[in-house]
C-alpha cells in the first residue's frame, strides 16, 4: 500500500518564523510532489509543486525534495496569521492516475 | 475564467436516498477526480475519469457511481448502498503535462 505520512501536528510557530512541515513517502518510483493548503471548511489549493531533487522557491514558500531519503518538506518564511491552515502533502507516480494525499499537518501562526 | 464548480455546497438528505452531486470544469483537462475528505483524514479516492466516457474506480468506490459523458462534467451519485455517506466531497481536474490538480469548492453532504 503506497503511503504519505504527515506529523498532524498542531505546529505552532509565532508571526515571523520560519514554518516547517515535512512528509516522507514510501513509493520509490513516486516522481511528481505536491503541497496543498486547506482552510478550514475548504478545498485545498496547490501551493508548490516538486519534481526533482533540491530546493523550489515561490515567495515565501520552499519545497525540498530528496527522493533517496525519500522525504518532501515546505518551508515558510515569515509566517503569517494567514498562513493558519491544514497543509497536505500529496505524491503521484508520473504517467499514472492515482496520486496519494498525506492526512495533513495543522499549522497555527500565532501573532 | 477558468476553474471547478461544484453544486450544491451543502446538501441534506435522508437515508436510503440516492443524491447526484455536480461537477463542471471548464480548464480542458482530460482527467477528472473524485475524492471524499472525513474530518482528520486524508483525501481517498472514489473514481477517476482519464477521459470521456471512461471512468475507473478508485479505493473507496462501493457505493459511488459516475459518469462521463462530457469532458467538462463528471457527476457522482451518491447511492443508499454508501454505508457512511456524510463527508465532504471533493471534485478535481488534472493537467496530464504537471500532474497538478485543481480542486472544485467542495460538497458537504449529510444525510440523516
Known amino acids: 500500500q503506497k503511503e504519505v505520512e504527515q506529523n498532524s501536528g498542531p505546529l505552532s510557530v509565532p508571526e515571523g518564523a520560519i514554518a516547517s512541515l515535512n512528509c516522507t513517502y514510501s513509493?520509490?518510483?513516486?516522481?511528481?510532489f505536491f503541497w496543498y493548503r486547506q482552510y478550514s471548511g475548504k478545498s485545498p489549493e496547490l501551493i508548490m509543486s516538486?519534481?526533482?531533487?533540491g530546493d523550489k522557491e515561490d515567495g515565501r514558500f520552499t519545497a525540498q525534495l530528496n527522493k533517496a531519503s525519500q522525504y518532501v518538506s515546505l518551508l515558510i518564511r515569515d509566517s503569517q496569521p494567514s498562513d493558519s491552515a491544514t497543509y497536505l502533502c500529496?505524491?503521484?507516480?508520473?504517467?499514472?492516475?492515482?496520486?496519494?494525499f498525506g492526512a495533513g499537518t495543522r499549522l497555527f501562526v500565532k501573532a | 475564467d477558468g476553474g471547478i464548480t461544484q453544486s450544491p455546497k451543502y446538501l441534506f438528505r435522508k437515508e436510503g436516498q440516492n443524491v447526484t452531486l455536480s461537477c463542471e470544469q471548464n480548464?480542458?483537462?482530460?482527467?477528472m477526480y473524485w475524492y471524499r475528505q472525513d474530518p482528520g483524514q486524508g483525501l481517498r479516492l472514489i473514481y477517476y475519469?482519464?477521459?470521456?466516457?471512461?471512468?475507473q474506480k478508485g479505493d473507496i468506490a462501493e457505493g459511488y457511481s459516475v459518469s462521463r459523458e462530457k469532458k467538462e462534467s463528471f457527476p457522482l451519485t451518491v447511492t443508499s448502498a454508501q454505508k457512511n455517506p456524510t463527508a465532504f466531497y471533493l471534485c478535481?481536474?488534472?493537467?496530464?503535462?504537471?500532474?497538478?490538480?485543481?480542486f472544485g469548492p467542495g460538497t458537504r453532504l449529510t444525510v440523516t
Open positions: 500529496a505524491v503521484s507516480v508520473a504517467g499514472g492516475f492515482k496520486t496519494i
Open positions: 475519469s482519464q477521459i470521456v466516457n471512461d471512468f
Open positions: 478535481a481536474s488534472e493537467d496530464r503535462t504537471s500532474y497538478e490538480q485543481y
Open positions: 516538486i519534481y526533482s531533487n
Open positions: 513509493d520509490r518510483v513516486s516522481q511528481s
Open positions: 480548464l480542458n483537462h482530460d482527467a
